[in-house]
Protein backbone atom coordinates (compact mmCIF):
# COMPACT_ATOMS: atom_id res chain seq x y z
CA UNK A 1 0.00 0.00 0.00
CA UNK A 2 1.14 3.74 -1.09
CA UNK A 3 -0.16 6.56 1.46
CA UNK A 4 -0.29 10.10 -0.80
CA UNK A 5 -0.36 13.07 0.74
CA UNK A 6 -1.03 16.65 -1.37
CA UNK A 7 -0.15 19.77 -0.27
CA UNK A 8 0.38 23.51 -2.18
CA UNK A 9 -3.35 24.29 -3.31
CA UNK A 10 -5.02 27.38 -2.62
CA UNK A 11 -6.64 30.57 -3.51
CA UNK A 12 -5.08 32.09 -6.87
CA UNK A 13 -6.14 34.96 -9.43
CA UNK A 14 -6.53 33.84 -12.94
CA UNK A 15 -3.30 34.06 -14.70
CA UNK A 16 -1.50 33.20 -11.51
CA UNK A 17 0.43 30.31 -10.64
CA UNK A 18 0.49 27.23 -8.02
CA UNK A 19 2.73 24.27 -7.27
CA UNK A 20 1.18 21.48 -6.26
CA UNK A 21 2.70 18.60 -4.04
CA UNK A 22 2.44 14.70 -3.52
CA UNK A 23 4.43 12.86 -1.41
CA UNK A 24 4.45 9.26 -1.19
CA UNK A 25 5.32 7.06 1.45
CA UNK A 26 4.74 2.60 1.97
CA UNK A 27 5.47 0.40 -1.32
CA UNK A 28 6.85 3.50 -3.16
CA UNK A 29 9.39 0.62 -5.08
CA UNK A 30 5.83 -1.25 -6.81
CA UNK A 31 4.82 2.17 -8.69
CA UNK A 32 5.02 2.23 -12.38
CA UNK A 33 3.70 6.05 -12.68
CA UNK A 34 2.12 8.80 -10.78
CA UNK A 35 -0.82 10.39 -11.93
CA UNK A 36 -2.74 14.30 -10.81
CA UNK A 37 -6.24 13.99 -11.21
CA UNK A 38 -9.09 16.77 -11.13
CA UNK A 39 -12.60 17.17 -10.09
CA UNK A 40 -14.60 20.38 -10.23
CA UNK A 41 -18.19 20.56 -8.77
CA UNK A 42 -20.93 18.78 -10.59
CA UNK A 43 -18.19 17.16 -13.03
CA UNK A 44 -16.56 14.27 -13.11
CA UNK A 45 -13.21 13.34 -11.94
CA UNK A 46 -10.49 14.18 -15.22
CA UNK A 47 -7.08 13.04 -15.88
CA UNK A 48 -4.80 15.98 -15.84
CA UNK A 49 -1.10 14.51 -16.15
CA UNK A 50 1.24 11.51 -15.04
CA UNK A 51 4.95 10.85 -15.34
CA UNK A 52 6.56 7.42 -15.22
CA UNK A 53 8.35 6.99 -11.86
CA UNK A 54 11.46 5.34 -14.34
CA UNK A 55 12.09 7.34 -16.93
CA UNK A 56 10.12 10.51 -16.45
CA UNK A 57 8.19 10.20 -19.48
CA UNK A 58 5.32 12.74 -18.87
CA UNK A 59 1.57 12.71 -20.45
CA UNK A 60 -1.07 15.47 -20.50
CA UNK A 61 -4.71 16.53 -20.77
CA UNK A 62 -4.96 18.78 -23.43
CA UNK A 63 -6.54 21.40 -21.49
CA UNK A 64 -3.65 21.78 -19.33
CA UNK A 65 -0.98 21.32 -22.13
CA UNK A 66 1.79 24.09 -22.19
CA UNK A 67 0.22 25.50 -18.86
CA UNK A 68 1.16 22.97 -16.61
CA UNK A 69 4.50 20.35 -15.65
CA UNK A 70 4.62 17.98 -13.83
CA UNK A 71 8.10 16.51 -12.63
CA UNK A 72 9.20 13.81 -10.02
CA UNK A 73 11.53 13.77 -7.20
CA UNK A 74 12.90 9.88 -6.76
CA UNK A 75 14.85 10.86 -3.57
CA UNK A 76 11.87 12.46 -2.14
CA UNK A 77 9.41 10.10 -3.60
CA UNK A 78 7.83 13.38 -4.50
CA UNK A 79 5.37 14.84 -7.39
CA UNK A 80 5.11 18.27 -8.16
CA UNK A 81 2.77 19.80 -10.58
CA UNK A 82 3.85 23.48 -11.32
CA UNK A 83 0.08 25.34 -12.77
CA UNK A 84 1.03 28.52 -14.62
CA UNK A 85 -1.45 30.89 -16.67
CA UNK A 86 -4.16 29.37 -13.84
CA UNK A 87 -7.82 29.87 -15.84
CA UNK A 88 -10.82 29.81 -13.68
CA UNK A 89 -12.10 26.41 -15.03
CA UNK A 90 -9.04 24.75 -13.23
CA UNK A 91 -10.80 25.38 -10.14
CA UNK A 92 -10.98 22.16 -8.89
CA UNK A 93 -9.99 19.34 -5.75
CA UNK A 94 -6.77 18.12 -6.97
CA UNK A 95 -5.98 14.54 -6.37
CA UNK A 96 -2.44 12.59 -6.81
CA UNK A 97 -2.87 8.69 -7.27
CA UNK A 98 -0.20 6.09 -8.46
CA UNK A 99 -0.45 3.32 -10.97
CA UNK A 100 1.18 -0.05 -10.53
CA UNK A 101 1.13 -1.24 -14.11
CA UNK A 102 1.50 -0.11 -17.39
CA UNK A 103 -2.08 0.61 -18.17
CA UNK A 104 -3.66 -0.28 -15.09
CA UNK A 105 -6.09 1.56 -13.10
CA UNK A 106 -4.94 4.23 -10.23
CA UNK A 107 -5.40 2.11 -7.08
CA UNK A 108 -4.01 4.20 -4.43
CA UNK A 109 -5.30 8.32 -3.90
CA UNK A 110 -4.50 11.37 -1.74
CA UNK A 111 -6.81 13.10 0.13
CA UNK A 112 -6.48 15.86 -2.56
CA UNK A 113 -6.24 19.58 -2.39
CA UNK A 114 -8.25 22.43 -3.61
CA UNK A 115 -7.46 24.86 -6.20
CA UNK A 116 -9.26 27.80 -6.48
CA UNK A 117 -9.23 30.40 -9.27
CA UNK A 118 -10.54 33.69 -9.06
CA UNK A 119 -11.65 36.40 -12.40
Known amino acids: QVQLVESGGGLVQAGGSLRLSCAASGRTFSTYAMGWFRQAPGKEREFVAA????????YYAESVKGRFAISRDNAKNTVYLQMNGLKPEDTAVYYC????????????WGQGTQVTVSS
Open 97 to 108: ATQTTAGGRYDN
Open 51 to 58: IRWSGGST
